[in-house]
């Protein structure tokens, strides 16, 4: 392969992520751990493994589409849907058979006794004996678009809760959320180009709008059920739920996210507070919170005001046990991955773009378990650590105490294209940036146009020590002749509650001020490398607000523009993302009037592509056609590229090829480069 087929790799790898070991879990004894593997780099087809932790004997255990499983609670029988029907895998023995047959079977969990399974489908909660035998529904639908035991749209988008049914640890009840979307905005995605095909509807509740209703019920499995009580009119939002030894418990959060409260539930439905926690701006919700360990005292998070150790004054993001903070100032908690005993695992970061592995456990305090710089998670179970690092060399690792390290093999690709980013730290606000420049460029080559390739808002960073795919993007630009820039700024994760909260009621005034500190500072510190009077910009999704807005507000500065899937009416996005960041649209209309590009396409005097999967169900089409009709009516020339069936993550290889080909084709006409 040649550098020119990185584009296609992408595709093809689906991000590299293709071969590459995920979800792994060990047993209750630690001696066997399960993961998800395709047999190759390019292959889509998951299968079910399972590695002896004392030979390091890896065997397939299931193969067929795998994309989830559930374990009971010895973690030997594993539970999955595939083929449209529910199997069930004993790795003592080997033996997978097919429990249930037909029916389209969602989110299947195994009971942790290993007697029962529950699976979603047609919008019923279903559960079968492990034998296959007396398969019933538990709960039903009383009308269309009434769903139990699944997550509604924001849960999984923007909560982190991909789930809506929790086993007792008996496994003889569940607790069940029921989501009612009636109210919920209904829209319509079509295909112009077949239009003999029936637009797909799309529940989606916009900003300033109703949601869908959440409710939680425990159910019997003699058919009994009970609704779980609280003021639902105050707080909507249900982020979290679980059932422990100490009974079941829920996470509800208000409308306006600046109040989070921790639930006890009892057996007749009756909620008490063990925790509340209050925020002006919103209440962060960290993955893995709330949790408690197996002596009951809860697992959460508080902010607090010192200043971090990253270069900024964000304050912490801590840890807490019982309501103390546990965990030293500057060092950022991002997740929390789970309890055993009275420990707890964690990840959380000293330096914004590295994030490690530790544990707390009282009377000894807090321990890194990771090493090297990178992006580290893991699983800890029955004296095994599962260690997965992100980074240009890292991998997934089996550790057990006293035994040599045993690898979780990957059959990822590797890249074409080696990326060379070096890590700056600019301005007084000390943004995190990475600087690729072409193969070869030495001193003295002359100046290098510029492409700021940021995202650059909340959820997600791209200046890391992770060598994520992004990077080879970024660095396969720099070898066509860019310098490219790549900056997190105002509002990304990793810097403290603080910085992550600066941006509250404005997402477009922040974010484009530190884009151009960062290229000005960089042009400071590199004198004669950056031709200021050619930079480009562009960007997916917030990256593609952030491109489109840089060259509406600031023509001066940036000269092109390339925004694909570009959310250009905040209106226009879910409730729980929008009002989060600018409040409801009825309360502060202000907020959104001063992020709205459409409002401002009379400014446009550069050129701009617009790029738009027509199937994109997060940013809809609305977003980029609504623009372009803007920017037409106001006479100001631009390019719109339709991409036809693709949604808000492209996976066709030659679409992904072609597209970044013609952004790049686009920028250098654009950039005057020949």
Request: hydrophobic fraction near 40%; proline fraction near 7%; glycine fraction near 12%.
């Amino acid at each position: 392969m040649t550098t020119d087929s990185l584009p296609r790799q992408l595709a093809r790898a689906r991000h590299f992520t293709l071969g590459a070991p995920v979800r792994p879990e060990p047993s209750a004894d630690g001696t066997t751990v399960l993961f998800l593997r395709s047999r190759g780099g390019a292959d889509p087809v998951g299968c079910l493994w399972a590695l002896d932790t004392g030979s390091g004997a890896e065997q397939l255990v299931a193969d067929g589409g795998i994309t989830s499983y559930s374990t009971d609670g010895a973690g030997v029988l594993a539970a999955f849907a595939r083929d449209g029907g529910v199997w069930l895998a004993d790795t003592r023995t080997g033996s997978v058979r097919r429990v249930v047959s037909g029916g389209s079977p969602e989110d299947v969990r195994l009971d942790p006794t290993g007697r029962r399974i529950a699976y979603i489908s047609g919008g019923a909660l279903r559960v079968v004996e492990a034998d296959g035998t007396d398969d019933r529904a538990l709960a039903e639908p009383e009308a269309e678009d009434v769903t139990y035991g699944l997550a509604e749209y924001v849960a999984v988008g923007e909560m982190e809760r991909d789930r809506g049914c929790w086993w007792s640890p008996d496994g003889t009840a569940l607790l069940v959320a029921r989501v009612d979307n009636r109210r919920v905005t209904r829209w319509f995605l079509a295909d112009p180009a077949d239009p003999a095909q029936p637009p797909r509807a799309v529940r989606y509740p916009l900003a300033g709008t109703a949601n869908a209703e959440v409710s939680l019920w425990l159910l019997g499995l003699d058919g009994g059920r009970t609704e779980v009580r609280w003021d639902r009119a105050a707080f909507e939002y249900l982020t979290a739920a679980g059932w422990d030894g100490h009974g079941p418990y829920a996470a509800v959060q208000s409308r306006d996210q600046r109040t989070v409260r921790t639930l006890a539930v009892a057996a007749d439905g009756a909620t008490r507070v063990l925790a509340e926690r209050t925020d002006a701006r919103w209440v962060e919700l960290v993955p893995g919170l709330p949790v408690r360990t197996a002596g009951g005292a809860l697992v959460d998070t508080a902010d607090s005001a010192d200043s971090d150790r990253s270069g900024g004054d964000g304050g912490t993001r801590r840890l807490t046990v019982d309501g103390q903070p546990v965990t030293p100032a500057g060092l950022q908690l991002r997740a929390v991955l789970g309890t055993d005993g009275e420990t707890v695992l964690f990840t959380a970061s000293e330096e914004p773009t590295e994030t490690h592995l530790w544990t707390y456990e009282p009377g000894t305090g807090t321990r890194r378990l990771s090493s090297g710089p990178g992006l580290h998670d893991g699983v800890r179970r029955g004296g095994t650590l599962v260690l997965t690092t992100r980074s240009p060399d890292g991998g997934t690792v089996v550790l057990r105490d006293g035994r040599a390290p045993l690898p979780l093999v990957s059959y990822a690709e590797p890249p074409v294209v080696t990326a060379r980013p070096e890590l700056l730290r600019l301005g007084p606000r000390d943004l995190r940036a990475h600087l690729f420049l072409p193969a070869g460029h030495g001193p003295g080559a002359g100046p290098l146009p510029v492409l700021v390739d940021p995202y650059g808002g909340p959820a997600m960073q791209k200046v890391t020590r992770s060598g994520a795919w992004h990077e080879q993007v970024s660095q396969w630009f720099a070898d066509q002749g860019f310098a490219v820039l790549v900056v997190d700024g105002r509002g990304t994760p990793g810097r403290g509650p603080r910085w992550d909260k600066s941006i509250w009621g404005d997402k477009a005034g922040p974010a484009l001020e530190d884009q151009i500190e960062a290229l000005h500072e960089t042009a400071r510190l590199r004198p004669g490398l950056l031709d200021l009077d050619r930079v480009g910009i562009r960007g997916w999704s917030y990256g593609g607000f952030l491109a489109a807005l840089a060259v509406l507000r600031r023509p001066d500065v940036f000269h092109a523009a390339s925004a694909g899937a570009a959310p250009t009416d905040h209106r226009l996005y879910d409730t729980h993302w929008q009002e989060r960041f600018l409040g409801h649209p009825d309360r502060y209309p202000e907020h959104y009037d001063s992020c709205d590009l459409i409002a401002e396409a009379s400014k446009l005097s550069r050129p701009l592509l617009l790029i738009q999967g027509m199937a994109d169900d997060n940013v809809f089409p609305v977003h980029a056609l609504r623009f372009s009709s803007a920017l037409l009516a106001a006479g100001r020339p631009h390019e719109l590229l339709p991409l036809r069936g693709a949604g808000h993550r492209l996976t066709e290889e030659a679409m992904v090829e072609n597209l970044l080909r013609h952004e790049l084709d686009f920028l250098r006409r654009s950039l005057g480069m020949g």
